[in-house]
T-cell receptor, first 113, second 113 residues
Framework: QQQVKQSPQSLIVQKGGISIINCAYENTAFDYFPWYQQFPGKGPALLIAIRPDVSEKKEGRFTISFNKSAKQFSLHIMDSQPGDSATYFCAASIRHNFNKFYFGSGTKLNVKP | ETGVTQSPTHLIKTRGQQVTLRCSSQSGHNTVSWYQQALGQGPQFIFQYYREEENGRGNFPPRFSGLQFPNYSSELNVNALELDDSALYLC????????????FGSGTRLTVV
């Protein structure tokens, strides 16, 4: 049973466009939702994270939108650049627990010049 | 401040053999988690170590075992290797109860033939 469902599986965006990746979860006990960026041959790197007491968090060109009632959250990459081409994973965890992360299946983003 | 380092980077083993993977945690981090990432999938939680004790375990059989040392470094041992064990094994360190994200290493690519 997949705890976090991610879509789309792959995404092609033109340079300067907006990339949007969506995730949905079932467990209402989750209270920490990070996004990770992974380049080929590297481990995932924390990009941005949100807690469920806010509906949006922005860091530079990256924004997380969070809808607690719908149990959904999404990553928006504004002004997408070719250097953003990577695989993106959403994740969820219960912080007061031992902080085990449940990852989505990943979205491979290709930003075309 | 050093990041998370893993060794070896690549490894080829024969079915039925045993393997040990190593991880040095980021300076200041006292918790180490291990994840298995199959090709094209998100990371799956194997287990976590805190204060040299297993602090949580995912849905992996007992032939997956680990250790954490007083300097917070860790080992992942897999016995009786199966073809399906071929994957990228990721080590991630964090500070216990900080509620934050992990710092991942670049992983060990294990191929079982």
């Amino acid at each position: 049973q997949q705890q976090v469902k991610q879509s789309p599986q792959s995404l092609i965006v033109q340079k300067g466009g907006i990339s949007i990746i969506n995730c949905a979860y079932e467990n209402t006990a989750f209270d920490y939702f990070p996004w990770y960026q992974q380049f080929p041959g590297k481990g995932p790197a924390l990009l941005i994270a949100i807690r469920p007491d806010v509906s949006e968090k922005k860091e530079g060109r990256f924004t997380i939108s969070f809808n607690k009632s719908a149990k959904q959250f999404s990553l928006h990459i504004m002004d997408s650049q070719p250097g953003d081409s990577a695989t993106y994973f959403c994740a969820a965890s219960i912080r007061h627990n031992f902080n085990k992360f449940y990852f989505g299946s990943g979205t491979k983003l290709n930003v075309k010049p | 401040e050093t990041g998370v380092t893993q060794s070896p980077t690549h490894l080829i083993k024969t079915r039925g053999q045993q393997v040990t993977l190593r991880c040095s945690s980021q300076s200041g981090h006292n918790t180490v988690s291990w994840y298995q990432q199959a090709l094209g999938q998100g990371p799956q939680f194997i287990f976590q170590y805190y204060r040299e004790e297993e602090n949580g375990r995912g849905n992996f059989p007992p032939r997956f075992s680990g250790l954490q040392f007083p300097n917070y470094s860790s080992e992942l041992n897999v016995n009786a290797l199966e073809l399906d064990d071929s994957a990228l094994y990721l080590c991630a360190s964090s500070l216990a109860r900080s509620g934050g994200g992990y710092t991942f290493g670049s992983g060990t690519r294990l191929t079982v033939v």
